[in-house]
Nanobody, 121 residues
Framework: QVQLVESGGGLVQPGGSLRLSCAAS????????MGWYRQTPGKQREMVAV???????NYADSVKGRFTISRSNAKDTVYLQMNSLKPEDTAVYYC???????????????WGQGTLVTVSS
């Protein structure tokens, strides 16, 4: 099994910053991509930012220039630095890891439990 442990969510005022972390562990053979997604009630989960093993990144238009995704390959950890936060960034943020599962010898597509980010004054 693969476990993803997220941390860093919380309450922040508009214009503030937060840093999310997600550490992956377990039966991981390889990681192709790590990313962050978010979801609000009544809406579909949407991609926020993704980083591949080749360190290429992709961002949602709504967060470009404000959010930065990075990863530590040695620690199988992905980070999301969120600056200039807006109330519309309020959501549950989920970590996602895709690659290959060591024990199952098959595709890996794991999700974290989610961490709530609330941007409010």
């Amino acid at each position: 099994q693969v476990q993803l442990v997220e941390s860093g969510g919380g309450l922040v005022q508009p214009g503030g910053s937060l840093r999310l972390s997600c550490a992956a562990s377990g039966s991981i053979f390889s990681i192709n991509a790590m990313g962050w997604y978010r979801q609000t009630p009544g809406k579909q989960r949407e991609m926020v930012a993704v980083i591949t093993s080749g360190v290429s990144t992709n961002y949602a238009d709504s967060v470009k220039g404000r959010f930065t995704i990075s990863r530590s390959n040695a620690k199988d950890t992905v980070y999301l630095q969120m600056n200039s936060l807006k109330p519309e960034d309020t959501a549950v943020y989920y970590c996602n890891v895709r690659g290959r599962d060591l024990l199952l010898n098959g595709p890996l597509d794991a999700w974290g439990q989610g961490t709530l980010v609330t941007v409010s004054s």
